[in-house]
């Protein structure tokens, strides 16, 4: 037998029940909440006595609220310091941080999750982005690491050599990801927030032992790395201009015995 529903629409009771307490713990508007705990009830059209219990429960409706944003604030404070550092003397940690609850988009249960998915924001919405182009870029090197390092485990192709040729191509491990950034960021701190303006390439890549690591690349060395994944080492280095993937070969050894590349093996 389907839900009943009252009010005004077709949405089941419990629906609208959930949006109301969503509004309670989400929307801005502190003041307004404590004159009328029951304005979120009456503004998802639940009956009269759904408003009342608002009301009749405002102290612990509130505590509910203040205990429920806190624990998603938290991971935002944790994981971001360093953008927290950026914002806050402006005045624009706590506007960034409400516009991002407002945007309803947490749906997962898991508090490991609200970071990406405020990193996912930053990068749909551009927000802030005007007054520092590189607030996207700081935000996402802050959990890179926890990102790499969290990254699900998968199988390594079969046949893979742990020396490389001029004529094998890379296979990076699944985990690892080489970037390329406008700014330094991974050089910002929670003293100095603001970046260096310098096109910056970074690997960062998982150790056996599960943590994480970044590492700072020249830009040819970054080149070689992603283009050499489908084509030869030799052809690559030498549109590159590099000696030949000799002059690599010690940096690849070491990303290889490291855990960053999988292996080497020969296009196909």
Do not use: N
């Not at 409706?61 to 205990?67: D, I, P, V």
């Not at 590159?240 to 296009?267: E, N, S």
């Amino acid at each position: 037998m389907p839900e009943a529903t009252t009010g005004s629409g077709s949405e089941p009771r419990t629906l609208r029940l959930q949006r109301a307490m969503a509004s309670l713990v989400l929307d801005a508007d502190e003041v307004a909440l404590e004159a009328d705990p029951g304005r979120v009830a009456r503004s998802q059209a639940l009956p009269g006595a759904d408003q009342q219990a608002f009301r009749d429960q405002a102290e612990a409706m509130l505590t509910y609220r203040e205990l429920a944003r806190a624990s998603l604030i938290e991971p935002l404070e944790t994981m971001f310091p360093v953008t927290k550092a950026l914002l806050e003397p402006a005045g624009a940690w706590e506007p960034c941080v409400q516009a991002f609850l407002e945007a309803r988009l947490i749906r997962s249960g898991q508090y490991r999750d609200i970071a990406p998915t405020f990193l996912g924001w930053l990068a749909s919405t551009r927000w802030g982005q005007d007054r520092w182009p590189f607030l996207l870029e700081l935000a996402h090197v802050e959990i890179l690491e926890v990102l790499v390092a969290r990254f699900p485990d998968a199988a390594r192709p079969e046949g893979l050599r742990a020396e490389p040729t001029p004529e094998d191509c890379i296979v990076l491990d699944p985990a690892t990801q080489i970037l390329t950034y406008t700014h330094a960021v991974h050089r910002a701190s929670e003293a100095s927030p603001v970046p260096e303006i310098r096109p910056t390439h970074l690997i960062a890549y998982r150790l056996a032992d599960g943590d994480a690591r970044l590492l700072e690349l020249t830009p040819a060395t970054a080149a070689l790395l992603v283009r050499a994944q489908d084509r030869p080492l030799g052809e690559v280095a030498a549109a590159l201009g590099l000696a030949g993937p000799d002059a690599a070969m010690t940096l690849l050894k070491d990303l290889h015995r490291d855990g960053a590349i999988a292996g080497f093996q020969t296009p196909t």
